[in-house]
T-cell receptor, first 114, second 112 residues
Framework: GAVVSQHPSWVICKSGTSVKIECRSLDFQATTMFWYRQFPKQSLMLMATSNEGSKATYEQGVEKDKFLINHASLTLSTLTVTSAHPEDSSFYIC??????????FGSGTRLTVV | QKEVEQDPGPLSVPEGAIVSLNCTYSNSAFQYFMWYRQYSRKGPELLMYTYSSGNKEDGRFTAQVDKSSKYISLFIRDSQPSDSATYLCAMSAGTGFQKLVFGTGTRLLVSP
């Protein structure tokens, strides 16, 4: 089946620094990828839709300048959390649409900002 | 009112029991319905994917969609401790890259 690789799986960073999370579709091309955020015991909240070669579409309430998304190729999208603060600590998950299997998710990245 | 409602549980059952998980939704435009399983600190894993109303079976899992009632179900037969996880329903309005709308997830605990 389709595989989406997300890296890193966990990261700890100091407040004020930036963190980049990568999402790769390994065996298919993904013109569109999605970035979610998940708080403990809560469901996934869509942050933005990442489109290859164009600007991402952000959901209402999500700060574009804080969560920078780049989708430079058909197999790679990156999410950069800029000037991270403790309230940005969360579980971030990407997904991509695969016509065979629906939406395939990465394994997630646990971000802790100290 | 949320677009998708799902009981967060937890739902505790003994090994071998039949498990019924459900979601209701309000948007009649939803046509694609999915069930995901998520283990702690992992990304969701697709279990079942159905289009419009009807049933779909895959091994111990059966998904049902009743669009007239805006109600979907996932049944797990002969439940196993390894089925203990959070089950998320998700749905989208159409083809292409329509965004998914998720339920809050139901935590299932299967005891040996």
């Amino acid at each position: 089946g389709a595989v989406v690789s997300q890296h890193p799986s966990w990261v700890i960073c100091k407040s004020g620094t930036s963190v980049k999370i990568e999402c790769r579709s390994l065996d298919f091309q993904a013109t569109t990828m999605f970035w979610y955020r998940q708080f403990p015991k809560q469901s996934l909240m869509l942050m933005a839709t990442s489109n290859e070669g164009s600007k991402a579409t952000y959901e209402q309430g999500v700060e574009k300048d804080k969560f920078l998304i780049n989708h430079a190729s058909l197999t790679l999208s990156t999410l950069t959390v800029t000037s991270a603060h403790p309230e940005d600590s969360s579980f971030y998950i990407c997904s991509a649409r695969d016509s065979r299997d629906g939406y395939t998710f990465g394994s997630g990245t646990r971000l802790t900002v100290v | 009112q949320k677009e998708v409602e799902q009981d967060p549980g937890p739902l505790s059952v003994p090994e071998g029991a039949i498990v019924s998980l459900n979601c209701t939704y309000s948007n009649s435009a939803f046509q694609y319905f999915m069930w995901y399983r998520q283990y702690s600190r992992k990304g969701p894993e697709l279990l079942m994917y159905t289009y419009s109303s009807g049933n779909k079976e895959d091994g111990r899992f059966t998904a049902q969609v009743d669009k007239s009632s805006k109600y979907i179900s996932l049944f797990i037969r002969d439940s196993q401790p390894s089925d203990s996880a959070t089950y998320l329903c998700a749905m989208s309005a159409g083809t292409g890259f329509q965004k998914l709308v998720f339920g809050t997830g139901t935590r299932l605990l299967v005891s040996p």
